[in-house]
T-cell receptor
Framework: GAVVSQHPSRVICKSGTSVKIECRSL??????MFWYRQFPKQSLMLMAT?????????EQGVEKDKFLINHASLTLSTLTVTSAHPEDSSFYIC?????????????FGEGSRLTVL | GENVEQHPSTLSVQEGDSAVIKCTYS??????FPWYKQELGKRPQLIID?????GEKKDQRIAVTLNKTAKHFSLHITETQPEDSAVYFC???????????FGSGTKLNVKP
């Protein structure tokens, strides 16, 4: 099956610094990747849709300047949390879909737990 | 955008019993409704899905029903087993875009 890898799995940073999280599709090309935020005991909140070679589409209420998304290739999307604050601490998870083949199935990364001190 | 509500938030059943999880959605344009299972510390995995042109779909012990008029869909697990214990998420969205909005999740605990 399709494999999506996320890195790092855990990151701790100081308030005010920026953190980059990578999402890679290892064995398929993903024209579209999605970024979610998952709070403890809560659902996957869709943050943005990342399309290769174009600007990301953000969901209502998600700050574009806070959460920078880049999808430079068909196998890599990055989420950068800029000037992180403790309230940005959360579990961030990405998913990807196969290019040219709409199956409806999302393939998720392992997730990245961000802790901002 | 789409708003998906899911109930219950937690569900405990005895092994062998059935479990039902219900979801509602708000956007009548949504035409695809997948269900994902997330075991502790693992990534969500698709377990079953249904498209809007179908009212029911079954895969062994798992079934999903859809009522487009009422905008609700349900997951049914029969003969539950301890390994069914996990968090289950419903989702709704557009099939051809693979963009889905998730429910709040149901933590299912199957007691042996």
């Amino acid at each position: 099956g399709a494999v999506v890898s996320q890195h790092p799995s855990r990151v701790i940073c100081k308030s005010g610094t920026s953190v980059k999280i990578e999402c890679r599709s290892l064995d398929f090309q993903a024209t579209t990747m999605f970024w979610y935020r998952q709070f403890p005991k809560q659902s996957l909140m869709l943050m943005a849709t990342s399309n290769e070679g174009s600007k990301a589409t953000y969901e209502q209420g998600v700050e574009k300047d806070k959460f920078l998304i880049n999808h430079a290739s068909l196998t890599l999307s990055t989420l950068t949390v800029t000037s992180a604050h403790p309230e940005d601490s959360s579990f961030y998870i990405c998913s990807a879909t196969t290019a040219g083949e709409i199956t409806g199935e999302l393939f998720f990364g392992e997730g990245s737990r961000l802790t901002v001190l | 955008g789409e708003n998906v509500e899911q109930h219950p938030s937690t569900l405990s059943v005895q092994e062998g019993d059935s479990a039902v999880i219900k979801c509602t959605y708000s956007d009548s344009a949504s035409n695809y409704f997948p269900w994902y299972k997330q075991e502790l510390g693992k990534r969500p995995q698709l377990i079953i899905d249904i498209r809007s042109n179908v009212g029911e779909k079954k895969d062994q012990r798992i079934a999903v029903t859809l009522n487009k008029t009422a905008k609700h869909f349900s997951l049914h697990i029969t003969e539950t087993q301890p390994e069914d214990s996990a968090v289950y998420f419903c989702a709704a969205g557009l099939y051809n875009f693979n963009k889905f909005y998730f429910g709040s999740g149901t933590k299912l605990n199957v007691k042996p």
